[in-house]
């Protein structure tokens, strides 16, 4: 069965800080995907991979960066965390041409 | 600018009747769309899927219907059980600028589903 794990289901950090969030899948999966989830805006793409350290931006990078040096981990940073980068993250992997398998979130808060 | 549009926040529906959750689209470039289900504190699970090549396809209690020249995409829950109650989202792709080949999508705003005894 597809696994997407994200390593932490919330977490509170303080503006300024420098936020790793983590995920990792077991299926071999080419593509990696990091969305934020917001009300009323739905899933937006803040940065994708195709395969190891290959990285593009999405629809809203600001802020944010990526790490993909082994095939089944895509981490998502936050350079400086600020307020209005609390969001509920989430991640996800896919083959080529194939539907994309979710992570079960990472809430964030940023105080 | 939203390229993938739900216009429905909510959908209320009684159980055992049709659930129609809508989707509009504003790229003709879209060539392949998915639908998705998210429950309360876990991630969207793909539903279903429908390639431009085609106007309809059913799994089960689900079909997609797909209108091109309206740009226009819905999903029929029939019938619907209180355990479809969730957030839906639709989601586009476009092949030609090879977004096919990295799975990359556009997600609507989503619809919160909810089906009553």
Redesign the interface.
Known sequence: DVKVTQSSRYLVKRTGEKVFLECVQDMDHENMFWYRQDPGLGLRLIYFSYDVKMKEKGDIPEGYSVSREKKERFSLILESASTNQTSMYLCASSLAGQPQHFGDGTRLSIL | DQQ?K?NS?SLSVQEGRISILNCDYTNSMFDYF?W?KKYP??????LI?ISSIKDKNEDGRFTVFLNKSAKHLSLHIVPSQPGDSAVY?C?ASASTTGS???????????TTLQVKP
């Open positions: 993938v739900q926040p998915l998705y504190a876990e991630g969207p699970t793909f899927s989202f989601a096919s080949n990295t799975g990359k999508l556009i997600f609507g705003q989503g």
